[in-house]
């Protein structure tokens, strides 16, 4: 048996290391702005664009 491990090819490697390297970034950058959002202060109605209800029954009221 053959204790060396079967290396891909030259074109397959520098594939992986540029994915690699495009990974690491990445995650950099998620890890920058996941930080940035925590020292925000945080506003219950920015999450999903979510409006407050109106309540229609006051409108009734008026009339």
Do not use: F, H, Y
């Not at 950099?28 to 945080?42: H, N």
């Amino acid at each position: 048996m053959n204790d060396t491990p079967i290396r891909p090819p030259q074109g397959a490697s520098a594939r992986q290391a540029r994915l690699r390297d495009a990974l690491r970034e990445n995650l950099k950058r998620r890890k920058l702005q996941a930080r940035g959002r925590a020292d925000q202060p945080k506003d219950p109605g920015d999450d999903a664009g979510i409006v407050q209800d109106i309540d229609i029954g006051k409108a009734d009221d008026a009339t």
